[in-house]
């Protein structure tokens, strides 16, 4: 299995069902100028699937808050 590491999301899409993520890596940040970034890899999930992972990634970030990992900023009020 390959572990493939990216910095952020540049990308997302919805085509006939499928969600199809684009994942990129910083490469070079240089003063005043805007950051290098390149391609990581590619997802594709179909909607269950996303949703599914969704729901997996909101547990994780739940436990983190509650393991004092993470904390939750509150929104400014208006």
Partial sequence: MQTIFADGVANMSLIDGVVRIDLVNVTSIEKDKDPNIQLAGRLAFSLPALIRTHDQLTK?????????????????SN
């Fill in 60 to 76: 994780m970030i739940d436990k983190m808050v509650a393991d004092g990992i993470l904390t939750r900023n509150t929104p400014p």
